[in-house]
């Protein structure tokens, strides 16, 4: 099923009869909200998929990353690294607790975060006589962090690690699932995320007082009376239970959709592989991505045109493609935050473009757009 316009989307979710199936009967069952059969089910199968014991199914990723980081115990004006290349939800539920996102710059082959700038980034705040509250670790377009270094740094230094993995189910790193690392990881259901529930996101986690915590904060903190007791302040965070039914149903089909990403962007490298000075970006040594999106980047010193003009030559035909998310350090909002750059961010930005990546692109749709692409950089 798709939507009836010509457009080729960047990221269109792949919706089955079943997924139609699914929604009406949670909706027949008389299960609508909050709570319900598919919720716990759901949360139990996206826990046996990433083999972690214990899931929180939440309204968003970005509600996930509010909750985990509250859990952690980041306090207001404790400083918490985030890589500079990320979507913004990744910096914006820092400051949902009065913390100060700290932008560290990421590593040219997964553009995911710098082991080596975190621990320098830790160890100068530390210097300054800042706390350090944690680390958010992205896994950037679905390409999974370099954990064992990561994971190692933090710890010797005692900073929680939370993992973003809103974009990244389904990727697997030599350490096992993109979702599993650190004290806890933050998926999303979001429309264009790799499945969806339209909107929703979990936090997993092997922490069972973490999931409880959270379930219940989740739930504005009402306690187990039967009236309604507060002893904290609550958040309305609860995924539904018919969202938790789409969810179950796009789940069944995340390996096929992880596989069919996959296959559009090896088309894309087979098919832009011989142009001179443009890259379709690759795995990582030490893992594999969902290819949630696939992204290239084109070499300035080769084509004087870019990822602009690209994206122009796409849209005059109706195609949809993306620039890179732009970096937090150079955000208006959060234009007087300190950083710790080496220029790989900025120059990731100005290079690279994300293309239609989808489970229903087919190859004749990317033929043509490598066309558009090779006749846009010639100019
Ligand atoms: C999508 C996304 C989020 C937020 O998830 P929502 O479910 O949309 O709230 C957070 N971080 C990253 C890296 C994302 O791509």
Same mark, same amino acid.
């Given at each position: ?115 080596? /700038?975190? !621990?320098?980034?830790?160890?100068? #705040? &530390? $210097?300054? =006589?800042? @706390? ?118 796009? /789940?069944? !089909?995340?390996?096929?959709?992880? #596989? &069919? $990403?996959? =296959?559009? @962007? ?114």
């Amino acid at each position: 099923m798709s939507r009836s316009d010509n457009r080729i989307y960047l990221s269109a979710p792949s919706v089955s009869e079943s997924d139609v199936n699914a929604v009406t009967s949670a909706l027949r069952s008389g299960w609508l909200a909050p709570v319900g059969p598919d919720l716990a089910s759901f949360e139990s199968e996206v826990c046996s998929f990433l083999d972690v014991p214990y899931g929180v199914a939440l309204s968003s990723g970005t509600a996930a990353l509010h909750l985990g980081l509250k859990y952690l115990g980041v306090q207001p004006g404790d400083y918490v690294i985030v890589p500079t290349l990320t979507f913004a939800a990744t910096a914006f539920a820092v400051t949902y607790l009065e913390a100060i996102p700290f932008f560290v710059d990421v590593e040219a082959h997964s553009w995911n975060l710098s082991a080596e /700038l975190v !621990g320098q980034a830790i160890d100068q #705040l &530390r $210097r300054d =006589g800042k @706390r350090v509250g944690a680390v958010v670790a992205v896994d950037l377009y679905g390409t999974p962090c370099d954990y064992r270094s990561l994971l190692d740094i933090c710890a010797s230094r005692d900073v929680p690690v939370l993992e973003d993995a809103a974009e990244g189910l389904g990727a697997i790193s030599e350490l096992g699932m993109v979702g599993s690392f650190g004290r806890a990881g933050v998926i999303s259901f979001n429309g264009n995320k790799i499945i969806t529930t339209s909107g929703g996101g979990m936090l997993v986690t092997n922490d069972v007082e973490m999931a409880n915590r959270v379930r219940y904060w989740a739930t504005q903190s009402r306690e187990a009376h039967p009236w309604y007791e507060h002893l904290e302040v609550g958040y309305n965070y609860r995924m539904s239970n018919i969202l938790a039914a789409l969810g179950r149903s796009q /789940l069944g !089909g995340i390996s096929d959709e992880v #596989l &069919r $990403r996959r =296959g559009i @962007r090896a088309e894309y490298h087979a098919q832009l592989s011989g142009v001179l000075g443009l890259g379709v970006l690759q795995d990582p040594p030490w893992g594999k991505s969902n290819a949630w999106l696939t992204v290239i980047q084109i070499d300035p010193a080769i084509h004087c045109n870019g990822p602009d003009q690209i994206r122009t030559a796409l849209e005059s035909a109706n195609i949809e493609s993306r620039p890179i998310w732009k970096p937090m350090h150079t955000q208006p909002v959060f234009s007087s935050h300190d950083s710790l750059l080496t220029g790989v961010a900025a120059t990731a930005y100005s290079r690279g473009l994300c293309l239609p990546s989808g489970g229903g692109v087919s190859n004749a749709e990317i033929t043509r757009i490598c066309a558009l692409i090779e006749s846009a950089i010639e100019g």
